[in-house]
């Protein structure tokens, strides 16, 4: 039974051409490729020491051996960016794991159950909404001081509701679906149901929503690193050279600032596209 | 109606509550002693740590505490900052002008520029219509402090149009609040122009709008009274959603160019752990973002009295 519903699936797929912007989607997985390696195995790609400071060469423009030129501390901005992307990916990717585990399970347990649950459910997430991200992450960092604890806890809490608004109403049209109505008739119990047919069929969904999260979560740590809450210098990362360039910004010097921020920029586009075609291929 | 309106605004003063209890319990989530952390390990004599004590009631139990801090701040009560041993209601005060200016430039921006951008890929087909989807996808993914430093470097530094750094006086802050609203702004007014984009498209090709085509009445008369007051109520979600995300993040822009607003003092007050002035200025965000999410919820219903309806019988 489960497969013959995930055939249908697949057919439905294939019947829906999408050769538009292939060569966009194509980019963007190389980006996110390009970017998971820098992640896994920065340090050892990079060409420098990200932290060897040189002052009498601050703010050099490119050179040869100096491929973005070198910082305010005459510190190589490639390599900072290189063994940066770890640091500033990691925190987003704890923040989707999490966010995605605890916002599936609920979603999942609030459109089986439906009535009090389901509706008391949706009510808190209302509210839970109504928080903005950043400022819950302010404020967990004043309470676990600067790094990137606070912001993980804080950033995780703030997407579980988001998570759980779109899933569920996806759960939603799943669950009215006569294939779940069969296995309940045949008298298999709900969490059985739930976890062998219900989540493989939403699983798409789920990864699409995790990559559209993966966006958000990037641009909210780089937010939190450039307000100094986050990451602390001189560890390389994108957020805080944002930061830290912006004083080479006022003195006319913006490479370290416009390098790193392109990077987040060229991250998050790519993440949103990909996650943007998994859905668009698996909405109804 | 009435009921619709009564059940918002319940909405809107749970999440309040809710969201207060958040703010005020961060305190005891902080490890360590509470007056500890409140002092921020400064060394305070004993007749002001009793005062301290004495102000947050540290005797009550936990809950009863947490009602007598909802009533101080139900009087502007925020208590006070440890750091500038003053009422942390004055502080507020005095930065609250130019986070609500900033934010206000870039509401009429994000407003006007999203709904022209919108309106005018929404209605005209072909070269136009590509450029600006192309460019407002890109502005979406760009985050406001990668706006504010492109702006810095390009205008200010570089053309030296703008000043870089500071709000100004009265007289100059409009220009020195130009770029940061247009950084803030930014992405938002990309959202904006395309939300409005779509619904103009959607619109345009339902068979009102068709017939009233065909019996040819003036184009202009024919966006106004047809399509747009059947998009307005998508576009009037996605301008005040937007809008109400702009207070949290006006806490980047301001710190990007050194404005003395609620934004910076909030990171100023987090990193030296100032905690009465964290939990005011965060309590004072989710306020801005509550309160103009439900404006907008209630705008609805005066916008569409097809929902009104539905909503009475529901």
């Known amino acids: 039974m489960t497969t013959m519903s995930i055939t249908v699936q697949s057919v439905r797929n294939r019947i829906r051409p999408h050769n538009r912007g292939s060569i966009l989607t194509w980019v963007s997985i190389g980006t996110l490729a390009v970017a998971v390696l820098l992640a896994l195995f920065g340090p050892l790609l990079a060409p420098h020491d990200p932290n060897q400071t040189d002052i009498i060469h601050a703010y050099f423009a490119p050179t040869a051996d100096h491929w973005l030129g070198q910082d305010s501390q005459g510190r190589d901005v490639l390599s900072r960016l290189i063994v940066g992307a770890r640091s500033s990916m990691t925190g987003p990717f704890v923040v989707v794991f999490v966010a995605m585990i605890v916002g599936t399970v609920v979603a999942l347990s609030a459109a089986w159950l439906n009535g009090w649950v389901d509706s008391g459910v949706s009510t808190l997430t209302d509210i839970m909404l109504g928080f903005p991200a950043i400022v819950l992450a302010v404020l967990a960092s004043s309470v676990f001081g600067p790094g990137l604890i606070g912001p993980t806890i804080a950033l995780g809490l ?3 509701p988001t998570t759980i608004r779109v899933l569920r109403s996806f759960i939603i049209r799943e669950r009215a679906k006569d294939y779940i109505l069969a296995y309940e008739v045949q008298g298999l119990s709900g969490l059985l149901i739930c976890a062998r047919h219900l989540f493989p069929n939403i699983l798409p969904m789920v990864i699409a929503q995790a990559t559209l999260l993966f966006g958000y979560a990037m641009v909210d740590f780089a937010a939190i690193s450039f307000l100094g809450l986050g990451v602390q210098p001189p560890t390389p990362d994108w957020g805080v050279m944002v930061a830290t360039g912006q004083r080479g910004v006022l003195l006319g010097y913006p490479m370290e600032s416009l390098a790193a921020g392109a990077c987040i ?8 596209f990909v996650g943007q075609r998994i859905s668009d291929r698996n909405e109804p | 109606m009435p009921k619709y309106l009564f059940q918002r605004i319940l909405l809107a003063v749970a999440a309040l509550l809710i969201s207060s209890f958040v703010v005020y319990s961060a305190l005891y989530l902080m490890p360590g002693d509470p007056i500890a952390n409140l002092t921020g390990g400064r060394h305070l004599p004993p007749e002001a740590l009793d005062a301290l004590r004495q102000r947050y009631h540290f005797g009550d139990p936990f809950l009863l505490r ?3 801090w909802l009533g101080g701040v139900l009087h502007f009560d925020f208590g006070r900052s440890v750091i500038f041993n003053e009422d942390v209601s004055s502080i507020v005060a005095d930065k609250l002008a130019v986070t609500l200016q900033l934010v206000g430039y870039a509401a009429v921006i994000l407003t006007l520029l999203g709904l022209a951008l919108g309106l005018i890929a929404g209605l005209k087909k ?3 219509d590509s450029i600006i989807v192309a460019v407002t996808s890109f502005l979406a993914a760009v985050p406001p402090y990668m706006a504010a430093i492109v702006a810095l470097s390009v205008f200010a530094v570089s053309l030296g149009w703008f000043p870089a750094i500071g709000a100004g006086d009265s007289g100059t802050r409009l220009l020195h609040l130009t770029l940061p609203a247009f950084a803030l702004a930014a ?13 103009i498209r959607a619109e345009s090709n339902r068979e009102h709008v068709q017939t009233a085509v065909s019996r040819g009445l003036p184009r202009r008369q024919i966006i106004v009274r047809h399509v747009l007051r059947n998009a307005s109520v998508p576009i009037v979600t996605v301008v005040g959603v937007t809008v109400a995300s702009l207070f949290a993040v006006s806490a980047v822009v301001e710190q990007a160019f050194s404005l003395d607003g609620l934004g910076a003092m909030l990171v100023q007050a987090a990193l030296s752990r100032d905690i009465a002035v964290v939990q005011a200025i965060a309590l004072l965000y989710v306020f801005a973002f509550i309160l ?7 705008l609805y219903a ?3 009295p097809r929902l009104r309806a539905k909503k009475e019988l529901a």
Not at chain 2, 187 to 199: K, Q
Not at chain 2, 292 to 298: F, G, M, P, S
């Open chain 1, 158 to 160: 703030a997407y579980i």
């Open chain 1, 265 to 272: 920029v060229a991250v998050v586009l790519a993440v949103n």
């Open chain 2, 66 to 68: 947490y009602v007598e």
């Open chain 2, 126 to 128: 072909g070269v136009t």
């Open chain 2, 187 to 199: 992405s938002s007014l990309a959202i904006v122009a395309r939300v409005t984009r779509v619904s």
């Open chain 2, 292 to 298: 103009v999410n439900t404006l907008v919820d209630v």
């Open chain 2, 302 to 304: 005066f916008l569409d």
